[in-house]
């Protein structure tokens, strides 16, 4: 086998173990829609999004705003010194998350004539946030493999699959949620600027996670063994990562029991067009139509 071709199977290798933890969470999240799941085709095209556009974008932007940060804005402030780490932990904190959730958000923005139920929201999120995580983590496999061989590169995918990739759908899914509310009240975008602000939220405590074993001796907060420190700070981020996913996909199954359940008729969210005339045959066919339009709710189903 020549050096060519070796490189070409660790790719393929390193391709497949980023992809197919993504496709598993997606096929996992559409499978919790147990009344109507979604068609293959849209959700397929938000992954596509979020890892081939979404991911290009986001990795343009956080560049030059990290850039501009150094150079411009970062302040000295005692505490936390200039320093490339420190440039670093800004990039993680605050620049990455809401420019890499404002950007997987478009992506939802862009299905939103897809969505059908107010629980579609969180699926489709969560799609683009999948097919983020997925070039993401080929990307962090690519770059320990330079680093450390092809153990390293795998070692580091795994891990990945279990928190990054999980984190990502799971935020994004609810910036899906609020372009669901939004578009089942008519609202003008509060609902979907709430729930974008709740998914950077989600995403900067993730990396502070999984950075506290950095930020506190910066801050002077010693850290006995350093090593072991990080490794529970992981498994807590694990924890979050996977216990978020988990109530996305309790929130996607309820508000599919609400959906036709007629016990939550008079908390339904009907989508309505923007016109309709009162008079006339049309009339009569469009009271059909909003007669049977599913319902929604954002209430808890008895337990």
Do not use: C
Request: no cysteine; net charge positive.
């Amino acid at each position: 086998m020549t050096s060519i071709e070796s490189d070409l199977v660790i790719f393929l290798v390193l391709l497949l173990f980023s992809l197919l933890p993504a496709l598993v969470y997606l096929a996992w999240i559409r499978k919790t829609e147990r009344y109507h799941e979604e068609a293959w085709g849209p959700l397929l095209r938000s992954f596509a999004y979020g890892a081939f556009i979404g991911t290009f974008i986001s990795l343009i932007l956080e560049l030059a705003l990290t850039s501009a940060y150094s150079r411009l804005l970062q302040p000295d402030l005692g505490i936390l010194p200039k320093s490339p780490t420190v440039t670093l932990l800004v990039a993680a904190l605050v620049i990455a998350p809401f420019v890499e959730e404002g950007v997987k958000g478009l992506g939802v923005l862009g299905q939103q004539k897809a969505l059908r139920f107010i629980a579609d929201g969180l699926v489709f999120g969560a799609a683009v946030g999948f097919g983020f995580g997925f070039v993401e983590n080929l990307l962090y496999g690519l770059s320990g493999f330079l680093v450390g061989g092809i153990t390293t590169a795998l070692v580091i995918l795994a891990i990945r699959a279990i928190s990054t990739v999980v984190m990502h759908g799971s935020a994004t899914a609810m910036t899906g949620f609020g372009v669901a509310l939004d578009r089942a009240r008519g609202g003008k975008g509060h609902s979907m600027a709430a729930y974008y602000l709740l998914a950077v939220l989600m995403h900067s405590a993730f990396n502070l996670l999984v950075s506290l074993s950095i930020i506190l001796p910066l801050v002077g907060v010693p850290v006995p063994y350093p090593d072991y420190f990080a490794l529970v700070t992981l498994a807590v981020a694990i924890a979050y990562a996977l216990g978020a996913f988990g109530h996305v996909r309790r929130r996607v199954a309820e508000l599919q029991f609400q959906s036709i359940s007629p016990r939550y008729a008079p908390q339904r969210l009907s989508y309505r067009p923007a016109q309709a005339p009162t008079r006339g045959p049309a009339a009569t066919t469009r009271t059909a139509r909003v007669a049977t339009a599913p319902s929604y709710s954002t209430t808890r189903p008895p337990r």
